[in-house]
């Protein structure tokens, strides 16, 4: 499955944004779909997964009660809103998938478990 993501953008503290990750090549429904995020100088983190039904969802602690992740499986599209944004949010934003559709009560993934990555879209939070 090839991936693209995109929807990144300057935006001001609290302020808000919605990425959008496009799948192409595969059966989209079979698939966990994940966002990572990478800041400057840091090691690529995981805010959000999503399994491949929609009914499972884990959220990071540093972006929970503010981001939420979705998807529509008719469009081949996930989705990452994100409101009341944060200079720390600043990051290039990737999407992942998993060819998997088992349902989870929490999953925490690292980045070596999925195969699939989107090119990634940038997010800057600055007034």
């Known amino acids: 499955v090839q991936l693209q993501a995109s929807g990144g953008g300057l935006v001001q503290p609290g302020g808000s944004l919605r990425l959008s990750c496009a799948a192409a090549?595969?059966?989209?429904?079979?698939?966990?779909i994940t966002w990572f995020r990478q800041a400057p100088g840091k090691e690529r983190e995981f805010a959000a997964i999503?399994?491949?039904?929609?009914?499972?969802?884990t959220y990071a602690d540093s972006v929970k009660y503010r981001f939420t992740i979705s998807r529509e499986n008719t469009k081949n599209t996930a989705y990452l809103q994100m409101n009341y944004l944060k200079p720390e949010d600043t990051a290039v934003y990737y999407c992942?998938?998993?060819?998997?559709?088992?349902?989870?009560?929490?999953?925490?993934?690292?980045?070596?478990?999925?195969?699939?990555w989107g090119q990634g879209t940038l997010v800057t939070v600055s007034s």
């Open positions: 999503i399994s491949a039904s929609g009914e499972s969802i």
């Open positions: 090549g595969g059966t989209f429904s079979n698939y966990a």
């Open positions: 992942a998938a998993d060819p998997q559709t088992t349902e989870f009560v929490v999953w925490y993934p690292e980045v070596d478990e999925f195969d699939y």
